[in-house]
């Protein structure tokens, strides 16, 4: 039994085709949308690849590929449906719309798998982020490095444009040297203390860069002796609220993107499910049309479906279908079953396939 089967008359079927044949043209248009998607969030992930451990292209590069897919399939399925309002021009298309509505099937299964992409990344978008900045901040003195003399002015800018300070938060600045030696007076007893106060030797101090400041705080910037409530006036480290950012770089980083990724998600969600609806009327124009074929009237009623057997027979069917494939000379058969694709009735012919009820008579006269 078909599945969703429906009766199309001449008039309706050619109104399904001009309307498959704009949406066609919409679709193309999506395709340009998921092509421009990928396009941002590749560039977006560029411009932080600074404080990335690596660059996560995997979505953006399958969005961008999904896109330009979608631009060739549809505008080829604008010029199918196009013509499907002609039986004679639809008959040179006959033999090509079913491989084409199984390419369709994949490539929107495609688009499915980008959404769910952009809700997975997530996960590793955080720990290329965590990683990166750790080792952009344990980098930051090294302003006289080549390959490294960027990071100083890369990690500023991003505190000040995400009000953020730190990995995960200001005291991550705390356990790292982030003072070029070259700007220390080594004749300070102050700084070879702090250098001998701990098994690395290096210059540790509870300051952060001046990017972090909050130039919203009423109170001028405290960004040394942050932990030293002798060292300001009316100050206590433990109560009261800092003048300095308080969330982590790689928080307001990841805040940033997942709510890109959530947006391009709900787009590409939307898109898909354009795709399928699109997919259906053309699986409802094609069963339609090749109907009208078998019946030979293009004036006349058909039928049209999305299976002309059942789910369960159809997964049978194709079952079978795989099982037996790279088999020689093996014929495969389902028993009261037929091609749910082909409705043209097959004879084998032969003395050995011919029964009894099939041999015409002649009439006696």
């Known amino acids: 039994m078909a599945v969703l089967q429906v009766k199309f008359t001449k008039t309706k079927r050619d109104k399904l085709a001009q309307i498959l044949w704009i949406l066609n043209w919409v679709s193309v248009v999506s395709g340009i949308t998921l092509f421009s998607l990928g396009l941002f969030l590749k560039i977006e992930i560029k411009k932080r690849n600074e404080v990335m451990a690596r660059e996560i292209n995997s979505v953006p590069n399958m969005l961008i590929s999904v896109g330009v897919i979608a631009c060739i399939i549809n505008f080829l399925g604008g010029k199918i449906c196009y013509d499907c309002s002609d039986t004679n021009k639809f008959s040179r298309w006959k033999l090509v719309m079913f ?20 809700y997975t990344m997530r996960n590793e978008l955080e720990e290329s982020l ?15 490095i080549p390959g490294r003399c960027f990071l ?9 444009g995400f009000q953020c300070c730190g990995n995960n938060g200001f005291r991550d600045w705390f356990e790292i040297q982030w ?7 080594m004749a300070s007893q102050e700084v070879l203390d702090r250098l001998k106060s701990n098994v690395d030797g290096i210059f540790l101090v509870d300051g952060v860069p001046f990017s972090c400041c909050n130039p919203n705080s009423p109170r001028p910037c405290i960004q040394y002796q942050l932990t030293n409530n002798s060292a300001h006036y009316n100050y206590d480290f433990l109560t009261m609220e800092l003048n300095i ?11 940033y993107y997942t709510d890109i990724i959530k947006s391009t998600g709900i787009i590409v969600l939307i898109i898909w ?4 609806s699109v997919l259906m009327g053309v699986r409802y124009l094609q069963t339609a049309m ?17 299976l002309e057997n059942s789910f369960v027979e159809t997964a049978k069917y194709n079952i079978h279908i795989i099982k037996n494939l790279g088999k020689v000379n093996h014929v495969s058969t ?18 050995d396939n011919i029964t009894a009820k099939s041999i015409p008579t002649a009439n006696s006269t």
């Not at 389902?334 to 749910?340: C, F, H």
Request: glycine share 6%.
């Open 273 to 276: 499910f354009f795709e399928l």
């Open 130 to 144: 965590y990683l990166g900045l750790r080792n952009a901040i344990k980098f930051y003195k090294d302003t006289d």
């Open 99 to 118: 491989p084409y509505i199984v390419c369709t099937f994949c490539f929107t299964f495609c688009i499915l798998v980008g959404a769910v992409m952009c």
């Open 334 to 351: 389902v028993s009261g079953m037929n091609d749910p694709n082909m409705d043209i009735q097959k004879a084998n012919y032969g003395p």
């Open 290 to 306: 090749k109907n009208v074929l078998l019946l030979g009237d293009p004036e006349c009623e058909s039928s049209g479906w999305l």
């Open 179 to 185: 003072v070029s030696v070259r700007y220390l007076n």
């Open 245 to 255: 950012w308080m969330k982590g770089c790689k928080q307001a980083l990841l805040d």
């Open 152 to 160: 100083k002015k890369t990690i500023d800018l991003l505190q000040i």
